[in-house]
């Protein structure tokens, strides 16, 4: 079945520096690729998206790239601000509509940022 | 457009009993999923609701059930409960038309479940 995994966290970095969260999927077929961010007592809220092979998601100044060789999916900033800590989540969903895609993502297990001032 | 909400926002329950929640997704979409979310098994598809018929579940006990009605509001149904049901439960919906599989989701808040 399809899985994802994401590196370990927590991260903790200070403000300016350099992001990247690692994730990396096993799945059947092509699937879309997606980035959520939880803030604490919220739900999640869809940061980005790729849909195809080479796809770059962008939003927000967080940017992932869909590599289909190396089965990845990395979030990365370039500067990260203390209003970026919160809890990141990788996350696929099947390209085919069918019986066992219907409205599933299969997530990671997420990794908490804390950005310091 | 009003996001999606979800209600109540906070439940505590004692062991054996059961509970409703309820969802209310996005204005014009048609499909609702639900997700249990836990510290030690993350986040987990529960099931998924379109013009009133489940579509897909996910791996849980019968105890977990839910509905759609023709509005495309949603509610799910623990009975028995559990300690272990403890969690957030997160609804999700979606336009669900078109042929840009998957479709994206938007999150309500969560109804966070103790079970006492």
């Known amino acids: 079945g399809n899985s994802v995994t994401q590196m370990e966290g927590p991260v903790t970095l200070s403000e300016e520096a350099f992001l990247t969260i690692n994730c990396t999927y096993t799945?059947?077929?092509?699937?879309?690729l997606f980035w959520y961010v939880q803030y604490p007592g919220e739900g999640l809220q869809l940061l980005l998206k790729?849909?195809?092979?080479?796809d770059k998601g962008s939003n927000k100044g967080f940017e992932a790239t869909y590599r289909k060789e190396t089965t990845s999916f990395h979030l990365e900033k370039g500067s990260v601000q203390v209003s970026d800590s919160a809890v990141y989540f990788c996350?696929?969903?099947?390209?085919?509509?069918?019986?066992?895609?219907?409205?599933?993502?299969?997530f990671g297990q997420g990794t908490i940022l804390t950005v310091h001032p | 457009k009003a996001g999606v909400t979800q209600t109540p926002r906070y439940l505590i329950k004692t062991r054996g009993q059961q509970v409703t929640l309820s969802c209310s997704p996005i204005?014009?979409?048609?499909?609702v999923s639900w997700y249990q979310q836990t510290p030690g098994q993350g986040l987990q598809f529960l099931f998924e609701?379109?013009?009133?018929?489940?579509?897909n579940k996910g791996n849980f006990p019968g105890r977990f059930s839910g509905r759609q009605f023709s509005n495309s509001r949603s509610e799910m149904n623990v009975s028995t409960l559990e300690l272990g049901d403890s969690a957030l439960y997160l609804c999700?919906?979606?336009?669900?038309?078109?042929?840009?599989?998957?479709?994206?989701?938007?999150f309500g808040p969560g109804t966070r479940l103790t079970v006492t």
């Open positions: 999700a919906s979606s336009l669900a038309v078109g042929l840009a599989f998957p479709y994206e989701q938007y």
């Open positions: 799945a059947t077929g092509y699937p879309s």
């Open positions: 790729a849909t195809k092979a080479d």
């Open positions: 996350a696929l969903g099947a390209s085919n509509a069918g019986g066992t895609s219907y409205g599933k993502l299969t």
């Open positions: 204005s014009g979409h048609r499909s």
């Open positions: 609701y379109f013009s009133e018929t489940q579509r």
